[in-house]
């Protein structure tokens, strides 16, 4: 770049050398300025781009792998063992002492009238409905221990189970006593749920009806009555099964949880090795013309 005072009659040596903000800035001084400026930015980026150019050859791919596996790490980290259960559910409340009930009144002479017995698995408990019509008759609950006999017969019933509900209830009959047929025919349910396995009819004599529940252990039960029609219901509750801590070994509980430190470390090793020595190539690089 040149510059001549030429150009400008009025330019005279003294304004050459004074600046507007008071410091002297000849042409010459602004031109090497605006030059250093210029290679110092040049040089600058030059750096930045050697630097990213060795950190890529030096870290190469186990660099990529290393990074790739931390964010993986990182992205499927598991949520910690104290959240990992399932939801809390409201605990059975129920009983094995046996209950009773007289008949509320009303039912006919020869009782009230099975219409249908059936079984329904919940999550907490399973459940015996025996609905009934013409009023509600009397019932005892109770465990009785085997062997289970038949009444009137006296023969020994075999009910899946290792514990037996009999549900006594008069009056009351599975079957119309004006023509003697069935209003309930079924005899016996094999459900098989958690608590309820087997349920049969242990006897149909006399207004009193029989029906004995093969349950899996001497679990509590609670007994509930309906109207609209008119059911007896007897709910037995599930085994308790004790739970194993989570997550320690062993023991078959939720494993721990995995922490993001793993997936952290990756990316540093992925990362710092290769900066510190592309930070000393450069330092090197920048040594080199000093030397010079």
């Known amino acids: 770049m040149y510059f001549s005072t030429?150009?400008?009659p009025n330019h005279t040596a003294s304004s050459a050398t004074e600046s507007t903000w008071g410091h002297p800035t000849s042409v010459a001084e602004a031109d090497t300025s605006l030059t250093a400026s210029y290679l110092s930015q040049t040089r600058l980026g030059s750096d930045v781009m050697y630097i990213l150019y060795l950190m890529i050859r030096l870290g190469g791919i186990a660099a990529l792998c290393a990074l790739s596996v931390g964010v993986f790490l990182l992205a499927t980290g598991q949520p910690s063992t104290t959240s990992a259960g399932p939801p809390t559910q409201e605990p059975f409340s129920g009983s094995t002492d046996p209950v009773e009930a007289a008949s509320t009144g009303g039912v006919p002479l020869g009782g009230a009238l099975l219409r249908d017995v059936r079984t329904a698995a919940h999550s907490t408990f399973d459940r015996i409905t025996f609905e009934?019509?013409?009023g509600m008759p009397g019932y005892r609950v109770e465990y009785v221990e085997p062997p289970i006999f038949a009444d009137p017969s006296g023969l020994q019933l075999d009910i899946e189970g290792s514990a037996f509900i009999k549900v006594r209830m008069e009056p009351a009959a599975a079957h119309d006593p004006n023509t003697g047929n069935?209003?309930?025919?079924?005899?016996?349910?094999?459900p098989r749920?958690?608590?309820?396995?087997?349920?049969?009819?242990?006897?149909?004599?006399e207004a009193v009806l029989n029906w004995v529940i093969g349950v899996n252990g001497r679990l509590p039960f609670r007994v509930l009555t309906f109207q609209g029609p008119d059911r007896l219901v007897i709910d037995v509750g599930h085994a308790v099964v004790a739970t194993e801590p989570a997550g320690l070994p062993g023991t078959g509980g939720t494993p721990a949880a995995r922490t993001p430190a793993s997936g952290l470390a990756l990316v540093v090793a992925a990362f710092v090795p290769p900066g510190l020595l592309g930070a000393f190539a450069f330092m090197r690089r920048r040594r080199a013309p000093e030397a010079g």
């Open 6 to 8: 030429e150009l400008n």
């Open 132 to 134: 009934f019509e013409g």
């Open 193 to 205: 749920h958690a608590s309820i396995v087997e349920a049969e009819n242990a006897g149909d004599f």
């Open 182 to 190: 069935p209003t309930f025919g079924t005899r016996e349910l094999k």
